[in-house]
Every structure is written in structure tokens, then in C-alpha cells.
């Protein structure tokens, strides 16, 4: 299993981080504060699902400052060589997910549950031994930097014995024996919890055939009450009948007087409805005299009112041409100033550019390029090819020179410059004689040159300055063709200005016609305001005898229905003083009929039944309440009598188990967690000397002792002594405590480690010693102990750590430094 990669997004000093990891030994360095221990947290946390608040107080601290959600991505490679990838947000909602790689991309697996998450990734990791792992993170495989020493320093012997037993899974023993003495004494409880109900409940069943013969006696009186109730039912049916027919005749007398006092006032109210109806009908006749003498007066009115209604639509016509004449009026002045300002613009702009255009020729005469210009710069790459060949030859002779000084120094002493030795061909000459002549001739030469490479320099200047000259004005003379454009738009825009102008003319003229044709139409409305004012008094002198007409048309229109209304009710009330008369006959032969004395007997025998028959009845109800009561109890008892039976044959079980526990807990659980503590200790106490021996350098022996304590074995003067973690320095504890944990580790079959500040206490010696055995392991040297872990992270500032690592990562607040070794 290996970590191929981190990103790091928005957590705590990394704001976009990303680091890759090589197989082995990884260490993470750089000044505090940098975020190394960020780089184990992160992995702790999306890897292996620890909690945020087990590094920070508040979960927002785990962010960059001022960032609202943050981001970790680790990479790994698993034993199938296959990739993937998982990924852990932070902040609110919380994701946490699992991609495979499949054809370069990456693709999430579905879970229902963080903890098929988690579950799924320590199957991955080879890490699904039933513990969280978060927490097999936080105790063995990534301590926190704090939590270093972690157990190992822990003073009680008990508390200590009860960490390492968590760590190494062999905890589940000694809490099962713990477990069970809770089992067994509630095993021994619940027996005489038992055994005391069963005790109260045989009590209560005790008074079973008492509770039985009370029952047998309340179903026998309840037959002889349910016979004296069917015997008195009988006769209260016999009296009811009697005592119906008098209710129903005293019923139709109450009716029938009330009928009587109904059609009684009936007959009054007509009365009056009558008077106040004949009243009505002599309104109606007077206000039908009334119409008739104003309808003449009513009728003129109303032709005056349509004749000053012609009149008012005449004066709306004439209103809307007046209105149209100012508005034709408005438009002839609006015109005529638009005329007038066009002529003057279209003017002043054909002057402008006439102007512009007599500029533009002038500035074109005065860009016309010369020959002699044009023939200097099109010279220009001959003049560079010179230059460049007069330069290649001071350069192969100044080559030559310097190769001539060179042997003239070494041949001063005679010395050949091929054989390193003594050369005979100058051993009587001076090197003067042979090199002097050869240089001065090269330096004439060079001078030479130097002259012409001057003066061909000054002419590629010359055609340098001639082409940017002919260029500029190149582009000059295209901007002037531009404008010359431009120039032309703005001419066909003014002819054009022209030609509307013309239009706008006959605008003009039409508009003025306009006015004149509509003023003329305005004098056949003269006179029409005199003739408005005349029908206006016409109409008032009518007002009245229209008012008059309306306000009695309305009764007089009424006549006829309210004659007949009256007639309806004169009808109606002679009907009401007929059916009177018979209803009081009819309640005259009710009254004969109906003897009150008797009635009031049968009502008094019709209460002396109901009561006896309701006390029968209620007698009954008793009865059987104190039937299903007694029913109840019976039934309770014999359930009782069963949980009696049931719970007798609960002790019985109680009692096998309880013999079953306390044979377990005396013969298996509370030995097996000390033989397999003492076995762990043993195989990791071997692999730990080994490892403690290369970084102390000593002929100490490191001894993982009961209750998981330190202690150090050596010969002082010929004596065995033995020195326990509180005896211990600095030094020695730190080398001891990282011993153990990579033995603890390989025992436990973790594949990566990390470790943060392993170094802390220890001497340069020591430190040198803990990298070179961080690399023996890794290698497999059997001296110290065979390779176990696929990769071993470190955060250290220690140099030592450069030589022996796979690859060192250096972490700044600016840039992240990568270091491959070997």
C-alpha cells in the first residue's frame, strides 16, 4: 500500500497544496509554522476519518483564515496495484467519499453511511480488524506530535496496562471478565427478584375458589331480577297505549286553539293592509290627472333637449378644426425654421470640407518619396551582409592572436605545449623572434578592419534611418487615404442633407394650403353660439312642467295593479272569517272528547312503572359489572398461576447460566488476557532491543516489562541493574518509546507509519543512529528487524534525515521544495 499524492485546499496555512510521496522514507521539513504537522493531520483526517476537533478546538480553526469550506484529496495505491482516491470535505454539509480509478478517471463507489465509507477503506488498507480507524490513527499509526510518548509515560500501572491492551486488541479478555461479574451478580439478582414476585403472586392466587363461587351466586340473582323486569315491562306497555291516545287528542286541542288565534290575527292584519291599500289607489288616480296636464309641457322639452344636443355635437366640430389649425399652424412655423437652418448648415459644411480636401492634397504632394531615399534603404541587407563578414574576420584574428600569445608565453620556458616537455626546437632561441613579427602583423590587420567595420556600421545606420523613413511615410500617406474616405462619406452625407432639403420645402407649402382650407371651413359655424344660448332658455322654460311630469309618472303608471291588489285582498280577508268559524267548531268537539282528571292518573301510574322497571334495570347493571369483575379477577388469578409456573422455570434457567458464567469467568476469561499480554510483550520486546541497540549504540537491553513499563537491563561493575522509565533520561526514554512503536507497529501489521519530531531529546549521535535504523528497517537488515512498512513518514528539522531518506519535501510559506534521493 502506498500514498501517492495530497491536496490540500484551504486548510489551515495551506491555501492550494500539493505534495507526492515516493515508496519509503518520506520527510517533511521546514521552518515552524510551515504546516508540516497540517500535512499527518490532513492524511489523518480524510485517510482515516479522525475528527477535526481532535486537532483544534473549533472545527472553523481547521480552515484557512477567512475561508468557509476547505478541501483534502489523498491518492493511494493499493497491495492490487490499483489506484484510488478519497476525498474529505470540511465544513458544512461534511463529505467524505471513495473514487476508483477506471481508464484514467476517477469513479465514486455508492454509500448509504459514512461507516460503509470507513469500513470499505480499511479493507483497502488492510486496517478492518474491527477497531475504528481513527483510532488506531490517533494510538499507533500517527501520533499526534503532543501525544508522542502518548502510553508509554503513563505513571498507574493499571491505566497504562489498559491502553496497550487497546492498542494490541487483547482488551476484549479482561473487560469480558469484568463484564461478567455484572452478568453474574444480575443473574443472582434477577433470581431473587424471582423468586420474591413468585412469592407475592401465590399469595394472590390463594382466594382463586373463593373469587370463583362469588361469580356462580351473582349469575343466579341476576336471572331473578331479569324476570321481575319482564313482567313490569308488560304492564307499562299496557298503560303507555291507554295514556297515547289522550296525549294525541290533548295535542290536537292545543293545535287547534292555536290555529284559531293565528287566523284571529290574520284576519286583523288584512283589516288594516286593506285601509292602507285603498289609500294607495286614490294616490295613484290623483298623479294620473297630474301626468295629463304636464305631458304638453314635458314633450316640448324634450324636443329642445335633442335640438341643443345637435347644437353641442356642431360645437365639437368646430372645436376640433380650431384645434387642427393651431396644430397645421405650429407645423408651417416648425418647417419654415427647419428650412432656414438646413440652408446654413448644408452651406458652412460644403465649405469645411472643400477645405479639408484642398489640406489633404497638399499633405499627399508633400509625402512623395525621393529615389535617392528609396535606393539608400533598399541597400540595407547588402550593408548588413558586409558588416557581419568584417566582423567574422576580426574574430577568426583575434582567435588567431590569442592563440599566438598563448604559446609564446609557454615556449618562454621552453616548454612544449604538446608533450609537456623541454622543447629542443627553441632551446637556443627566444620565443620573442618567433611570435613578436606574427601578432604585430595580425594587430595591423585588425586595425584595418576595425576602420572598415566602422565605416560600414555608419552606412547600415544611414539605410537604417532611410527605411524608417520610407516606412513612416508609407504609413502616413495610408492614413491620408483614410481620411480622403472619410472625407468622401461626409460629402455624399451633405448632398444628401441637400436633396431632404427640397423635401422639406414642399412640406412646407402643403402645410400653409392646409391652414388656409381649414380656416375657410370654419364659417359655416357662424351664429351657432346665439342659437345654443337661445335653445338653453327654451329647455327651462320647460323645466318644470318636465319635473312634475316625472315625479307622479311612476304612481300613475301603478294604477291598475294596486286596484287589483285591493280587490286580491278583500277576497282573501273573507276566506280568513270563514276558515275561523270552522276551526272553533272543530275545537268546541275536541274539548267534549278529553278528560283531563283521567290523564293526569295515567301519567302518575306511567312514573310509578318507569321507577320500578329502573331499579330493576339498574340492579341488573350492577350485577353484571360485578360479573365481569369477578370474570376479570378469575382470569387475572389463573394468569397469575401461569407466570407463577413461567417464571419458576426462569430460575431454573437462571440457576444453569449462572453456573456456566462463573465456570468461564474463573477458568478462561481471567487468564487469557494476561498469557496473551505477556506473548505480545515478548515478540515486541525482541524486535524493539534490536532496534533500541542501533540508536543508543549501548549494551543495553530495552525489556517491555508487565503493565507495559520501560525498563532498561545492563551490567554496571559486574552487576545486573535494571532501571525503570522514571529512572531513564530524556534521551533514553525517546529512543525506548521509538523503538517500541515501530516494533508495535510491524506487530500489528501496519503497513505506513508517522512520525512527528522523532528526534526531540535525543543527542546528534542518537539522531544519526534513529535515521540509519529508520533505513536498515526499511532495507530488511536482520540485525535491527526485517522491512514491514511500504512507507514511513517523518517531520523532522534533523539533517541527518537527508541521507537516508527517499525523498525529501520542504515545506516554506512560499514554495514547496522536492528532493528525490539517490
Given at each position: 500500500?502506498?500514498?501517492?499524492?495530497?491536496?490540500?485546499?484551504?486548510?489551515?496555512?495551506?491555501?492550494?497544496?500539493?505534495?507526492?510521496?515516493?515508496?519509503?522514507?518520506?520527510?517533511?521539513?521546514?521552518?515552524?509554522?510551515?504546516?508540516?504537522?497540517?500535512?499527518?493531520?490532513?492524511?489523518?483526517?480524510?485517510?482515516?476519518?479522525?475528527?477535526?476537533?481532535?486537532?483544534?478546538?473549533?472545527?472553523?480553526?481547521?480552515?484557512?483564515?477567512?475561508?468557509?469550506?476547505?478541501?483534502?484529496?489523498?491518492?493511494?495505491?493499493?497491495?492490487?496495484?490499483?489506484?484510488?482516491?478519497?476525498?474529505?470535505?470540511?465544513?458544512?454539509?461534511?463529505?467524505?467519499?471513495?473514487?476508483?480509478?477506471?481508464d484514467g478517471a476517477f469513479e465514486v463507489e455508492e454509500h448509504a453511511r459514512i461507516e460503509e465509507t470507513e469500513a470499505r477503506i480499511a479493507e483497502l488498507l488492510g486496517l478492518n480488524n474491527g477497531r475504528p480507524l481513527a483510532e488506531q490513527f490517533k494510538l499507533v499509526i500517527g501520533p499526534f506530535q503532543n501525544d508522542f510518548l502518548g502510553?508509554?509515560?503513563?505513571?498507574?500501572?493499571?491505566?497504562?496496562?489498559?491502553?496497550?491492551?487497546?492498542?494490541?486488541?487483547?482488551?476484549?479478555?479482561?473487560?469480558?471478565?469484568?463484564?461478567?461479574?455484572?452478568?453474574?451478580?444480575?443473574?443472582?439478582?434477577?433470581?431473587?427478584?424471582?423468586?420474591?414476585?413468585?412469592?407475592?403472586?401465590?399469595?394472590?392466587?390463594?382466594?382463586?375458589?373463593?373469587?370463583?363461587?362469588?361469580?356462580?351466586?351473582?349469575?343466579?340473582?341476576?336471572?331473578?331480577?331479569?324476570?321481575?323486569?319482564?313482567?313490569?315491562?308488560?304492564?307499562?306497555?299496557?298503560?303507555?297505549?291507554?295514556?297515547?291516545?289522550?296525549?294525541?287528542?290533548?295535542?290536537?286541542?292545543?293545535?287547534?286553539?292555536?290555529?284559531?288565534?293565528?287566523?284571529?290575527?290574520?284576519?286583523?292584519?288584512?283589516?288594516?293592509?286593506?285601509?292602507?291599500?285603498?289609500?294607495?289607489?286614490?294616490?295613484?288616480?290623483?298623479?294620473?290627472?297630474?301626468?295629463?296636464?304636464?305631458?304638453?309641457?314635458?314633450?316640448?322639452?324634450?324636443?329642445?333637449?335633442?335640438?341643443?344636443?345637435?347644437?353641442?355635437?356642431?360645437?365639437?366640430?368646430?372645436?376640433?378644426?380650431?384645434?387642427?389649425?393651431?396644430?397645421?399652424?405650429?407645423?408651417?412655423?416648425?418647417?419654415?425654421?427647419?428650412?432656414?437652418?438646413?440652408?446654413?448648415?448644408?452651406?458652412?459644411?460644403?465649405?469645411?470640407?472643400?477645405?479639408?480636401?484642398?489640406?489633404?492634397?497638399?499633405?499627399?504632394?508633400?509625402?512623395?518619396?525621393?529615389?535617392?531615399?528609396?535606393?539608400?534603404?533598399?541597400?540595407?541587407?547588402?550593408?548588413?551582409?558586409?558588416?557581419?563578414?568584417?566582423?567574422?574576420?576580426?574574430?577568426?584574428?583575434?582567435?588567431?592572436?590569442?592563440?599566438?600569445?598563448?604559446?609564446?608565453?609557454?615556449?618562454?620556458?621552453?616548454?612544449?605545449?604538446?608533450?609537456?616537455?623541454?622543447?629542443?626546437?627553441?632551446?637556443?632561441?627566444?620565443?620573442?623572434?618567433?611570435?613578436?613579427?606574427?601578432?604585430?602583423?595580425?594587430?595591423?590587420?585588425?586595425?584595418?578592419?576595425?576602420?572598415?567595420?566602422?565605416?560600414?556600421?555608419?552606412?547600415?545606420?544611414?539605410?537604417?534611418?532611410?527605411?524608417?523613413?520610407?516606412?513612416?511615410?508609407?504609413?502616413?500617406?495610408?492614413?491620408?487615404?483614410?481620411?480622403?474616405?472619410?472625407?468622401?462619406?461626409?460629402?455624399?452625407?451633405?448632398?444628401?442633407?441637400?436633396?431632404?432639403?427640397?423635401?422639406?420645402?414642399?412640406?412646407?407649402?402643403?402645410?400653409?394650403?392646409?391652414?388656409?382650407?381649414?380656416?375657410?371651413?370654419?364659417?359655416?359655424?357662424?351664429?351657432?353660439?346665439?342659437?345654443?344660448?337661445?335653445?338653453?332658455?327654451?329647455?327651462?322654460?320647460?323645466?318644470?312642467?318636465?319635473?312634475?311630469?316625472?315625479?307622479?309618472?311612476?304612481?300613475?303608471?301603478?294604477?291598475?295593479?294596486?286596484?287589483?291588489?285591493?280587490?286580491?285582498?278583500?277576497?282573501?280577508?273573507?276566506?280568513?272569517?270563514?276558515?275561523?268559524?270552522?276551526?272553533?267548531?272543530?275545537?268546541?268537539?275536541?274539548?267534549?272528547?278529553?278528560?283531563?282528571?283521567?290523564?293526569?292518573?295515567?301519567?302518575?301510574?306511567?312514573?310509578?312503572?318507569?321507577?320500578?322497571?329502573?331499579?330493576?334495570?339498574?340492579?341488573?347493571?350492577?350485577?353484571?359489572?360485578?360479573?365481569?369483575?369477578?370474570?376479570?379477577?378469575?382470569?387475572?388469578?389463573?394468569?397469575?398461576?401461569?407466570?407463577?409456573?413461567?417464571?419458576?422455570?426462569?430460575?431454573?434457567?437462571?440457576?444453569?447460566?449462572?453456573?456456566?458464567?462463573?465456570?468461564?469467568?474463573?477458568?478462561?476469561?481471567?487468564?487469557?488476557?494476561?498469557?496473551?499480554?505477556?506473548?505480545?510483550?515478548?515478540?515486541?520486546?525482541?524486535?524493539?532491543?534490536?532496534?533500541?541497540?542501533?540508536?543508543?549504540?549501548?549494551?543495553?537491553?530495552?525489556?517491555?516489562?508487565?503493565?507495559?513499563?520501560?525498563?532498561?537491563?545492563d551490567l554496571a561493575d559486574g552487576v545486573l541493574r535494571e532501571r525503570s522509565d522514571d529512572q531513564l533520561s530524556g534521551g533514553q526514554t525517546m529512543s525506548a518509546v521509538v523503538a517500541l512503536r515501530l516494533a508495535l507497529l510491524q506487530t500489528i501489521g501496519a503497513r505506513i507509519a508517522f512520525f512527528d519530531e522523532p528526534t526531540s531529546n535525543?543527542?546528534?549521535?542518537?539522531?544519526?543512529?534513529?535515521?540509519?535504523?529508520?533505513?536498515?528497517?526499511?532495507?530488511?537488515?536482520?540485525?535491527?528487524?526485517?522491512?514491514?512498512?511500504?512507507?514511513?513518514?517523518?517531520?523532522?528539522?534533523?539533517?541527518?534525515?537527508?541521507?537516508?531518506?527517499?525523498?525529501?519535501?520542504?515545506?516554506?510559506?512560499?514554495?514547496?521544495?522536492?528532493?528525490?534521493?539517490?
Amino acid at each position: 500500500m502506498q500514498i501517492l499524492s495530497i491536496q490540500l485546499k484551504n486548510i489551515k496555512s495551506h491555501r492550494d497544496t500539493q505534495l507526492c510521496f515516493s515508496a519509503g522514507i518520506n520527510v517533511l521539513s521546514g521552518p515552524n509554522g510551515a504546516g508540516k504537522s497540517t500535512i499527518f493531520e490532513a492524511i489523518g483526517y480524510a485517510l482515516f476519518g479522525v475528527d477535526a476537533r481532535d486537532f483544534v478546538s473549533n472545527v472553523d480553526r481547521f480552515l484557512s483564515i477567512g475561508a468557509k469550506r476547505g478541501e483534502i484529496v489523498v491518492t493511494f495505491r493499493t497491495d492490487d496495484d490499483t489506484t484510488w482516491q478519497v476525498s474529505r470535505t470540511v465544513g458544512t454539509p461534511s463529505k467524505w467519499l471513495l473514487a476508483k480509478e477506471r481508464d484514467g478517471a476517477f469513479e465514486v463507489e455508492e454509500h448509504a453511511r459514512i461507516e460503509e465509507t470507513e469500513a470499505r477503506i480499511a479493507e483497502l488498507l488492510g486496517l478492518n480488524n474491527g477497531r475504528p480507524l481513527a483510532e488506531q490513527f490517533k494510538l499507533v499509526i500517527g501520533p499526534f506530535q503532543n501525544d508522542f510518548l502518548g502510553p508509554f509515560v503513563i505513571k498507574q500501572p493499571t491505566k497504562r496496562q489498559e491502553a496497550f491492551d487497546e492498542i494490541l486488541g487483547i482488551d476484549a479478555w479482561r473487560k469480558t471478565y469484568k463484564g461478567t461479574s455484572s452478568l453474574l451478580s444480575a443473574l443472582q439478582e434477577k433470581m431473587k427478584v424471582l423468586a420474591a414476585e413468585v412469592a407475592v403472586k401465590q399469595e394472590q392466587v390463594a382466594v382463586l375458589p373463593q373469587k370463583e363461587l362469588e361469580l356462580a351466586g351473582n349469575r343466579e340473582t341476576a336471572g331473578q331480577v331479569e324476570q321481575q323486569l319482564a313482567e313490569k315491562g308488560g304492564a307499562l306497555k299496557e298503560l303507555e297505549a291507554a295514556l297515547s291516545d289522550l296525549d294525541a287528542r290533548e295535542k290536537a286541542i292545543t293545535a287547534i286553539t292555536a290555529e284559531v288565534q293565528l287566523l284571529e290575527g290574520r284576519v286583523k292584519d288584512g283589516g288594516e293592509k286593506i285601509a292602507t291599500q285603498k289609500l294607495r289607489v286614490d294616490e295613484a288616480r290623483k298623479a294620473r290627472t297630474v301626468v295629463e296636464q304636464s305631458r304638453k309641457g314635458k314633450e316640448s322639452y324634450d324636443q329642445a333637449e335633442l335640438r341643443l344636443a345637435e347644437l353641442r355635437a356642431r360645437e365639437q366640430q368646430r372645436r376640433a378644426i380650431e384645434h387642427e389649425i393651431a396644430s397645421l399652424e405650429k407645423e408651417a412655423l416648425r418647417l419654415s425654421q427647419a428650412v432656414g437652418h438646413e440652408k446654413v448648415e448644408i452651406a458652412q459644411i460644403g465649405k469645411q470640407l472643400a477645405e479639408e480636401d484642398a489640406g489633404l492634397v497638399k499633405a499627399r504632394t508633400d509625402l512623395q518619396v525621393d529615389d535617392t531615399l528609396r535606393q539608400t534603404a533598399a541597400a540595407l541587407p547588402e550593408l548588413r551582409s558586409q558588416l557581419d563578414q568584417l566582423k567574422g574576420e576580426r574574430a577568426l584574428l583575434e582567435g588567431r592572436r590569442a592563440g599566438l600569445v598563448e604559446g609564446k608565453e609557454k615556449l618562454a620556458a621552453g616548454s612544449c605545449p604538446f608533450f609537456q616537455e623541454q622543447c629542443l626546437y627553441v632551446a637556443d632561441k627566444s620565443s620573442k623572434d618567433l611570435f613578436s613579427e606574427r601578432i604585430d602583423d595580425l594587430d595591423r590587420a585588425m586595425a584595418t578592419l576595425d576602420q572598415q567595420i566602422t565605416a560600414a556600421a555608419h552606412k547600415v545606420s544611414e539605410a537604417e534611418q532611410g527605411g524608417k523613413e520610407l516606412h513612416g511615410r508609407k504609413v502616413r500617406l495610408q492614413e491620408l487615404d483614410k481620411q480622403a474616405l472619410a472625407l468622401e462619406a461626409r460629402l455624399r452625407k451633405n448632398r444628401e442633407r441637400s436633396d431632404k432639403l427640397a423635401v422639406l420645402k414642399e412640406q412646407q407649402t402643403t402645410a400653409v394650403s392646409l391652414v388656409s382650407a381649414r380656416k375657410t371651413e370654419l364659417q359655416v359655424f357662424s351664429g351657432l353660439d346665439e342659437l345654443i344660448k337661445s335653445c338653453e332658455q327654451e329647455r327651462i322654460s320647460f323645466q318644470a312642467a318636465r319635473d312634475t311630469f316625472n315625479a307622479h309618472l311612476k304612481d300613475a303608471d301603478d294604477l291598475e295593479n294596486r286596484s287589483q291588489t285591493l280587490a286580491k285582498w278583500q277576497t282573501a280577508l273573507e276566506e280568513l272569517h270563514t276558515a275561523r268559524s270552522g276551526k272553533q267548531a272543530e275545537l268546541e268537539r275536541c274539548r267534549a272528547a278529553y278528560h283531563s282528571e283521567r290523564h293526569q292518573e295515567l301519567r302518575g301510574a306511567k312514573d310509578r312503572f318507569l321507577t320500578e322497571v329502573a331499579t330493576c334495570r339498574q340492579q341488573l347493571a350492577e350485577l353484571e359489572r360485578n360479573r365481569q369483575r369477578l370474570t376479570e379477577e378469575v382470569a387475572s388469578l389463573k394468569r397469575l398461576q401461569e407466570e407463577i409456573n413461567a417464571k419458576q422455570a426462569k430460575i431454573r434457567n437462571y440457576e444453569e447460566k449462572e453456573k456456566l458464567v462463573k465456570f468461564l469467568r474463573n477458568q478462561v476469561f481471567k487468564n487469557v488476557s494476561a498469557q496473551l499480554s505477556e506473548r505480545f510483550r515478548e515478540e515486541i520486546t525482541l524486535r524493539a532491543d534490536r532496534i533500541y541497540r542501533t540508536i543508543s549504540e549501548t549494551d543495553e537491553e530495552l525489556i517491555w516489562g508487565e503493565h507495559y513499563q520501560i525498563m532498561l537491563r545492563d551490567l554496571a561493575d559486574g552487576v545486573l541493574r535494571e532501571r525503570s522509565d522514571d529512572q531513564l533520561s530524556g534521551g533514553q526514554t525517546m529512543s525506548a518509546v521509538v523503538a517500541l512503536r515501530l516494533a508495535l507497529l510491524q506487530t500489528i501489521g501496519a503497513r505506513i507509519a508517522f512520525f512527528d519530531e522523532p528526534t526531540s531529546n535525543l543527542d546528534a549521535s542518537r539522531r544519526e543512529n534513529l535515521a540509519h535504523a529508520f533505513r536498515a528497517i526499511d532495507v530488511g537488515r536482520e540485525e535491527v528487524t526485517e522491512h514491514w512498512y511500504d512507507q514511513l513518514f517523518l517531520v523532522s528539522h534533523d539533517v541527518a534525515f537527508t541521507e537516508i531518506t527517499d525523498q525529501m519535501l520542504q515545506i516554506g510559506e512560499e514554495s514547496l521544495l522536492v528532493t528525490d534521493a539517490g
